[in-house]
């Protein structure tokens, strides 16, 4: 597949969603009961269930609180899907080629052109990042597992690209964040040195403030190659 595609949810926070299913689910038992108690000789219960059982006697809510109570639940339940949506971070990228570096990579090459990849949260809530995964493969179709940034470093330094002077790429620690609308650029490459590398991935898992948890891929090199174009006001903007 060319592209990684959306970003995928993977979690739901439980402690707020679980709660207020059985703090609904109980209500709503408890207004069943109410109910029951106020008419027990309309469901003609007295004589034959429950005119021994001193428990049946004891009440919990009358129906009114307790009918109340279960629209007030459910309002919230509806208005925190509703929170989670709207303060939900949505993260996307975009590769470009480039004529200057923010990483002063330009200092070390006498070539000026560029390959970057920016990450942006075009979504109204707070990313925070809780892990970082990297892979990096140099053979055509041949896509190999996530490891650790250093891992991807040394497969890189063997094949001659040097990190700080050939390239450079965030590493993306537990608590790093990207605000609502903000743009960072996490990968620069000397565009001479990028045609040889198939595929250079990022998976990032991260949450929103509510508590959800997402997963999102980034090919910071495209599956179907980088087309080299020596004018650099010519800019290559893919869209995922």
């Not at 108690?37 to 004589?47: A, C, T, Y």
């Not at 929170?83 to 990579?105: E, F, H, M, N, T």
Request: hydrophobic share 45%; glycine share 6%.
């Amino acid at each position: 597949m060319n592209f990684p595609g959306a970003q995928k949810k993977v979690k739901t926070f439980w402690f707020t969603s679980t709660t207020l299913g059985i703090l609904t689910i109980l209500v709503f038992i408890t207004l069943l009961i109410s109910i029951i108690q106020e008419n027990e000789q309309i469901f003609s219960l007295q004589p034959i269930m429950i005119a021994n059982i001193n428990i049946w006697k004891i009440k919990i809510l009358d129906s009114n609180t307790a009918t109340v109570l279960l629209v007030g639940l459910l309002t919230i339940f509806f208005i925190r899907k509703q929170l989670a949506y709207g303060l939900r971070p949505y993260l996307d990228y975009r590769c470009q080629q480039i004529g200057s570096s923010v990483y002063a990579l330009d200092q070390f090459q006498k070539e000026k052109i560029f390959w970057s990849t920016s990450l942006s949260n075009v979504g109204l809530g707070l990313a925070i990042i809780k892990k970082a995964y990297y892979r990096v493969s140099f053979e055509k179709n041949i896509i190999g597992k996530y490891n650790t940034s250093l891992e991807v470093i040394d497969s890189m330094k063997k094949k001659g690209i040097v990190i700080g002077h050939d390239f450079d790429i965030i590493f993306f620690s537990e608590g790093w964040s990207l605000g609502s609308k903000e743009e960072r650029r996490i990968f620069e490459i000397v565009m001479s040195k990028s045609i040889d590398i198939f595929c250079l991935d990022i998976k990032l898992e991260f949450e929103g403030i509510l508590g959800d948890r997402y997963t999102k891929e980034i090919y910071c090199i495209p599956r179907h190659g980088i087309d080299f174009h020596s004018n650099t006001s010519n800019k290559i903007v893919l869209a995922k």
